[in-house]
């Protein structure tokens, strides 16, 4: 029961992602202040699961939104939700597709394993007196949807399809995060940074080792914050 309720709530939130990122651009103003910025993170992930014998990263672009809460002086708690997020592995072998369950198509192409997930950080993150940071903790995940995908081009006739394979899938993932990063304008624009992600839960049921890395070239966009620093100069 708890796990269906859990369910359900990251249903709704998977259906409210676009809706929560027009808010964040609407009230970003209202939600941010000396000990807490709220703002829009996206980037690019190269991704990899281990246990198959294709070894090459995925890469995807992600999406979603973040807080920083101030704890104390200059240590902050980093967490959000990345509501837009994939990770995977290419250029699948046959014995890949095998355990993968998925059909090998008569025309030349490509295979990539693709999982869909909601991502939740909560890292302590270390803002030095440079407007350089350091962060580092757990992080945890939703696999909610996955697939194999075949991509083909050939004699102008492009080809993609998608065998599901959920019923393969572990729904959660969890494993550890840090990165580093620098924040633009003197401390006052957006912010440029890395992420490395472990997993140390399998992906897939049956295939030991099956847990995943990725890493992550990130911006994150503060939303109001000029507006909320020209409140309180006023004040």
């Known amino acids: 029961m708890k796990k269906i309720l859990i369910l359900l709530g990251l249903i709704v939130v998977a259906n409210c992602a676009q809706s929560q990122i027009l808010i964040s651009l609407l009230l970003g103003d209202k939600l941010n202040s000396a000990d807490l910025e709220f703002g829009l993170e996206g980037g690019v992930n190269f991704t990899q699961i281990y246990g198959f014998e294709s070894s090459s990263n995925l890469a995807n672009l992600n999406l979603g939104f973040y807080f920083d809460i101030r704890m104390k002086d200059q240590l902050f708690l980093h967490t959000g939700l990345q509501a837009q ?29 693709k999982v869909k997930t909601f991502t939740v950080p909560i890292l302590a993150n270390y803002k030095f007196k440079n407007h350089m940071y350091v962060e580092a903790g757990p992080q945890f995940g939703w696999n909610y949807n996955s697939y194999v995908e075949f991509e083909s081009d050939v004699d102008n006739r492009e080809v993609k399809i998608k065998d599901y394979n959920d019923d393969l899938l572990n729904w959660f993932n969890a494993g550890v995060a840090f990165g580093t990063g620098y924040k633009l304008l003197n401390g006052e624009g957006w912010t440029i940074g890395v992420r490395y992600y472990q997993g140390f839960t399998k992906v897939f049921k049956d295939r030991s080792g099956s847990n995943h890395n990725s890493f992550t070239i990130k911006v994150n966009i503060p939303i109001g914050v000029a507006s909320a620093k020209h409140g309180k100069d006023l004040k």
């Open 85 to 113: 997020s994939r990770f995977g592995l290419r250029n699948l072998t046959e014995n890949d597709l095998e355990f993968l369950e998925a059909e090998i198509e008569d025309v030349e192409g490509k295979y990539s394993q």
